[in-house]
Antibody, heavy 119, light 110 residues
Framework: EVQLVESGGGLVQPGGSLRLSCAAS????????MNWVRQAPGKGLEWVSY????????HYANSVKGRFTISRDNAKNSLYLQMNSLRAEDTAVYYC????????????WGQGVLVTVSS | QSVVTQSPSASGTPGQRVTISCSGS????????VSWYQKLPGTAPKLLIY???QRPSGVPDRFSGSKSGTSASLAISGLRSEDEADYYC???????????FGGGTKLTVL
């Protein structure tokens, strides 16, 4: 059974940092591209970042570019999102998603982890 | 304001067919595949349609997708109360080098 489990969320002050993790199981993690997607309270879905299987191709949304870093450890079946210089507008539920079907078809998602940026 | 736009709301009665539209541009929908997601409160998004019109296994054939030019549509036939949810389209944008989601459409089953 495919499972994605996020962790690392919580309350952080503006300007602070947080590292999210996504533990994958039930599939060959190294064969799949992965993404982070977030949803702020009362708002729509927002794509955050993409990473290729090998980690060699990465993209970010303009809203997080220069502040967030996506990475993966295929040996540990894990995806990460390092979030620095956090702002109030980064408050959201963050999901990791497997890019399993052609054309950015995210076929499996984690349960989500809440990040709250507030003083 | 998203570069891909959706009507904020739609509604229908049980058994009816409803269509949710998604409008973009040549740099996103016009040149890339569209996917559709269903989002219920407190749960992770669920993939309904990928590559414009393909359903993942397990998604009922009541859900169908289409694309024409810079617009795409999600149709739900035989509407059920459990279809009440938010629906999002998504497409890669070549100009932004980013995946863009539509603003979402809240579907109400009357």
């Amino acid at each position: 059974e495919v499972q994605l489990v996020e962790s690392g969320g919580g309350l952080v002050q503006p300007g602070g940092s947080l590292r999210l993790s996504c533990a994958a199981s039930g599939f060959t993690f190294s064969s799949y591209e992965m993404n982070w997607v977030r949803q702020a309270p009362g708002k729509g879905l927002e794509w955050v970042s993409y990473i290729h299987n090998s980690g060699n191709n990465i993209h970010y949304a303009n809203s997080v570019k220069g502040r967030f870093t996506i990475s993966r450890d295929n040996a540990k079946n894990s995806l990460y999102l390092q979030m620095n210089s956090l702002r109030a507008e980064d408050t959201a539920v963050y999901y990791c998603a497997r890019d399993g079907l052609r054309g950015f078809g995210f076929d499996y998602w984690g349960q989500g982890v809440l990040v709250t940026v507030s003083s | 304001q998203s570069v891909v736009t959706q009507s904020p709301s739609a509604s229908g009665t049980p058994g009816q067919r409803v269509t949710i539209s998604c409008s973009g541009s040549s740099s996103n929908i016009g040149s890339n595949f569209v996917s559709w997601y269903q989002k219920l409160p407190g749960t992770a998004p669920k993939l309904l349609i990928y590559t414009n019109n393909q359903r993942p296994s397990g998604v009922p054939d009541r859900f169908s997708g289409s694309k024409s030019g810079t617009s795409a549509s999600l149709a739900i036939s035989g509407l059920r109360s459990e279809d009440e949810a938010d629906y999002y389209c998504a497409a890669w944008d070549d100009s932004l080098s980013a995946l863009v989601f539509g603003g979402g459409t809240k579907l109400t089953v009357l």
